[in-house]
């Protein structure tokens, strides 16, 4: 891994981190409808919990059959309701299907870009699904729905291994990644025309015995005349890094790679993400 490489992954752990540090005090309750309640937790019964909302005095009660995990202040992460994840029906129902994530973005080491993080899944969708044989890729869409069903989104996905998510996604495999883009060198074009003329030409006659030209100017002292023309352009080039995994239903790492992109563009990505699909497993499968 270059130094580069790793600044890059440096600062996008920091991001992480950071964002989940803003509700470390707090108790978080995850529900089954994706609604999350942070304060603190009173007491944990045996069919429900006292919990308070942060800044509040209230206490209510909240039944446990609702509650999908629970992240407390400390940190410890504890699930309820959780389905068995190894039984023999659930992976038949999982066979050979495929979710693509929503990919990490950072471009310039800024981290918030919602939009550019589905953008990328549907791209990086469309390079899989064309090539699909036997593997069935579920569509964004509805991908992007039951994670949300389930309560999960970028402030607490690192609380699920990958084998619950492609147990909540109801698939085999899932394809998560990171997109990475920055500045680098500009690239300067310059170009000058000129394009000359004679202003008089010395006279002839042509085969039909016309008298072609200036008779007056039979000296051959022809007058030259010129326009010369410049233009100058600048064009940014960016460095593309990206990273791309394949999770099994099993929580297995079954394929990882990072490759930098050859080409400058700022679209280089696509390409890139072409290439890194090309040599997984899963591909024209």
């Not at 304060?39 to 509040?56: P, S």
């Not at 679209?267 to 497993?281: G, V």
């Amino acid at each position: 891994m270059t130094k580069k490489t790793f600044q890059k992954n440096f600062l996008f752990i920091l991001a992480i981190i950071f964002s989940l540090s803003m509700n470390a005090q707090d108790d978080v309750i995850l529900k089954s409808d994706g609604d999350e309640m942070h304060g603190k937790i009173l007491k944990i019964n045996k069919e429900d919990l006292q919990f308070i909302y942060k800044n509040e005095t209230i206490e209510y009660t909240v039944n446990k059959s609702e509650i999908i995990k629970i992240t407390f202040s400390s940190g410890r992460i504890e699930f309820f309701n959780k389905k068995a994840t190894t039984s023999n029906s659930n992976l038949k129902e999982h066979h050979n299907k495929v979710a693509i994530l929503p990919f990490g973005y950072i471009k310039d080491q800024e981290t918030s870009n919602a939009i550019m993080t589905k953008k990328i899944q549907q791209e990086t969708y469309t390079i899989f699904k064309k090539k699909a044989i036997i593997l069935q890729f579920q569509d964004p869409t509805t991908t992007n729905a039951l994670l949300a069903k389930a309560g999960v989104n970028n402030n607490n996905v690192e609380g699920y291994t990958m084998g619950e998510i492609c147990n909540i996604l109801n698939v085999e495999y899932v394809v998560q990644g990171l997109v990475s883009i920055e500045k680098s060198t500009m690239t300067q074009y310059s170009n000058t025309t000129t394009t000359s003329k004679n202003k008089n030409k010395r006279a002839y006659i042509d085969s039909k015995g016309n008298i072609v030209g200036d008779i007056w100017n039979n000296t051959g002292n022809n007058k030259k005349t010129s326009n010369s023309s410049s233009y100058s352009t600048a064009t940014q080039n960016y460095s593309t890094n990206i990273t791309m995994n394949v999770f099994s239903d099993k929580g297995d790492n079954v394929y990882t790679k990072e490759h930098a992109s050859f080409w400058q563009t700022q679209d280089a990505y696509k390409i890139t993400l072409a290439f890194l699909a090309k040599r997984t497993p899963i591909y024209k499968r």
